[in-house]
């Protein structure tokens, strides 16, 4: 593979000096991927200058042809000795990261060809954030088809039709991102899950290849795994915790603006421009989980950042929900559950098996999928308990005592402190993501002590079942430090200055509450609408609850359409439309003003070929859960569900035809 680096570490906007080499100015409207493109990302890291109120430092950039291959394990052997700090697990950081996004599992899905990725500049840098603290990032420039390398003929969709159904308005992609090859005119802000503190880089060369975004990313200020805690005792522990929150990704979409006009150029005529709001080029943010908590984050502390919006899933009002999830984790731990402990294969086998049985049809259709979550009250004596005679109950193996099944009922429950409920309860489907539950996190332990109690050290006395303190919990909200708990609820301002806003969360979540999304979203839009109005607020935000899905992506329900992280081999819209991928549905509200009124997901068969599980025990034979295969779009279809804006529900009209590729049309929004 033939790259170029040039590293820059005596920067010159850091220096002020004059005499920067400008590379400004007209380029071909294509801009073809060769050696002019290679020239010219090695010039930018020499010649860059920093936008107003960021400052940089140790700036390199890499040129890769199209088809090279840029592995996450490739790409972050990469970096300049000395930017990963030494101490750093960077084998369990990309552990974490995976799965990494196979381009060639897609079927040239969107702008993807034969040859895989485009060729792209690789632009890095380091910001410094405060005295104390910086945020590495990054921001990737597509760049069209060599003329010797042929472009493949786009497989945009099944069908270059608009859909003709009465459900869903979609648009094809090329008609949403336009035909010209090459950079799609847009940047995309990726987020990052949970705590990770890394650059998310397969969702980066998803949303690179599938769409021809600019893509940047950062690792919020920090370098460590998903679930590490440690690094909030780093630096300073306010702009520490500003960076995650919100302050990273600002300064990350700034230098991406940035980016953008001195390589093309500022007269580059693929960029789009917004013409309300300073001609600057369209902006979109997408992230789930932690990444989706950021989005939400943005909105409230930068609203003119971003003028499109995409969360899944998101984790704000977070001290409450890891007060939720040690909760959950409770119910799992031998030595605080005592004879209540079940395991989680019991979970994930005689719990689930009954309780979809129990509540499957609650919404006119038995399919597999609990859809009707609300609606669903479990009742597992009669055929789990122990002595019953019946089903699971009559074999040791399978049954459990009354115990148990009163402990596995708690996990249907609001989490309470002192007689106050701190969170909603999860829902039932909880069952299949029954390899979430843990018998300990220190995570959501360490968050607690370094967040909220706002301790300067972990201490390894604390028990996090039993030294939870209400006032303790309150006292941290209302502290909020850095403003990690992205709970603002009045968004007046980013939908004033015309941002839009699609949230999605799935029913089967074991992380994140289901019912918590819900409520955040009442809230936001009861008082967002005492500020704009109803009518503004219910135009510019949507919520769709996807029946079926675990935490961001997988699950038995039809959870396929183009969200972020849904980077599994495989695991793709089934059309390049607005209609089944959220992204270009985002894309066309801001732009063209086409409100969306529902999504299309689904759901495929699974791919034979085992898949090893991270998740299981290895110390507890008992809690052996087996591995997951994962659906794929390259072995067919399953069925597909329509997805409603909530209040509304996808309701089954009786007689109709579910399955196949065209089930979402068997149910109407009402």
């Known amino acids: 593979m033939r790259t170029s680096l040039s590293f820059s570490f005596a920067f010159c906007a850091l220096a002020n000096v004059a005499s920067c080499l400008s590379i400004l ?18 010039q930018l890291s020499q010649s860059f200058r920093a ?16 088809g090279s291959p840029n592995s996450i394990e490739f790409l972050t052997s990469s970096y300049p000795n000395g930017t990963i700090p030494a101490g750093v697990n960077v084998k369990k950081i990309l552990e974490d990261l995976k799965p990494d996004f196979d381009e060639k599992s897609q079927g040239e899905y969107g702008r ?30 597509p760049l069209a088809s060599n003329s010797s390398v042929p472009l493949a003929t786009p497989v945009a969709s099944h069908s270059k039709k608009r859909s003709s159904s009465r459900q869903v308005r979609s648009l094809p ?51 460590s795994d998903k679930l590490s805690v440690d690094w909030v005792l780093k630096g300073g522990f306010i702009d520490t915790l500003t960076d995650f929150a919100s302050r990273a990704n600002h300064l990350t979409t700034l230098l991406a603006e940035s980016v953008v006009d001195q390589y093309y150029g500022k007269d580059c005529e693929h960029a789009v421009r917004n013409p309300k709001d300073s001609n600057r080029v ?56 005592g004879e ?28 597999g999928i609990i859809s009707a979550p609300t609606l669903c009250k479990p009742h597992l004596e009669p055929e789990l308990l122990c002595g019953t005679g019946k089903t699971y109950g009559q074999s040791n193996a399978t049954c459990l005592t009354q115990a148990q099944i009163n402990a596995v009922y708690q996990l249907y429950n609001a ?14 489907g909880l069952e299949d993501s029954a390899a979430k539950l843990k018998s300990s996190n220190p ?36 502290a909020d430090p850095g403003g990690v708990n992205s709970a603002k609820t009045d968004l007046s301002k980013f939908i004033g200055a015309g941002g839009k806003m699609i949230i999605y969360q799935g029913s089967y979540d074991l992380i994140r509450s289901p019912q918590a999304t819900i409520d955040y979203f009442n809230e936001m839009k009861a008082n967002t609408t005492a500020v704009l109005g109803e009518d503004l607020v219910t135009s510019s935000i949507k919520l769709y609850e996807v029946f079926g899905m675990q935490h961001s992506r997988n699950g038995p329900g039809a959870s396929n359409f183009g969200a972020p992280e849904q980077n599994d081999i495989g695991q793709r819209p089934y059309k390049y439309e607005s209609g089944y991928d959220i992204t270009l549905a985002l894309i066309a509200w801001v732009e063209k003003g086409i409100e969306p009124n529902g999504q299309i997901a689904l759901k495929y068969e699974v791919n034979p070929v085992p898949v090893t599980s991270a998740n299981v025990s290895k110390s507890d034979p008992a809690d052996q859960l087996p591995a997951q295969n994962l659906q794929d779009y390259n072995y067919g279809v399953v069925f597909s569900r329509l997805l409603c804006p909530y209040p509304t529900r996808a309701v089954y009209q009786d007689g109709e035809d579910a399955d196949d590729e065209d089930g979402y049309q068997a149910f109407s929004c009402i």
């Open 415 to 428: 989490t309470y402190l002192e007689g106050e409920q701190v969170y909603p309860a999860f829902w039932p």
């Open 112 to 141: 993807l060809s034969q040859n895989g990725l485009p060729a792209f500049c690789r632009f890095v840098t380091t910001i410094i954030t405060s005295v104390n603290t910086s945020a590495l990032s990054e921001v990737w420039l």
């Open 173 to 223: 992609g090329e008609e949403i991102l336009g035909y010209t090859p090459g950079w799609n005119g847009r940047i995309a802000i990726i987020g990052n899950s949970a705590q990770l503190g890394f650059v998310s880089m397969p969702t980066m060369k998803s949303y690179l290849g599938r769409y021809m975004f600019v893509v940047a990313g950062s690792n919020l200020g920090h370098f």
């Open 443 to 478: 995570m959501a332990s360490g968050w607690y002590q370094l967040v909220v109690q706002r301790k300067s050290a972990l201490n390894d006395s604390f028990n996090p079942f039993t030294d939870l303190r209400l006032s303790e919990l309150k006292a941290g909200i209302a």
């Open 340 to 367: 209540g402990y079940f395991s989680r294969n019991a979970l994930y086998g005689p719990v689930k098996d009954i309780v979809t049985r129990q509540c499957d049809a609650l919404d006119g259709l038995e399919d």
């Open 25 to 42: 100015g007209k380029r071909n409207s294509a801009f073809i991927a060769g050696t002019e493109a290679e020239s010219l990302c090695i």
């Open 51 to 66: 936008p107003s109120g960021v400052t940089i430092n140790n700036t390199w950039t890499q040129y890769f042809p199209e």
């Open 282 to 337: 369209y902006r979109y943010y997408v992230g789930t989980s932690g990444g989706g908590a950021h989005g939400l984050s943005a909105s409230q502390v930068y609203p003119n950042d971003y003028h499109g919006i995409l969360t899944g899933a998101p984790t704000n009002n977070f001290m409450n929900q890891i007060v939720g999830i040690l909760h959950t984790t409770s119910l799992h731990n031998k030595s605080f559950i």
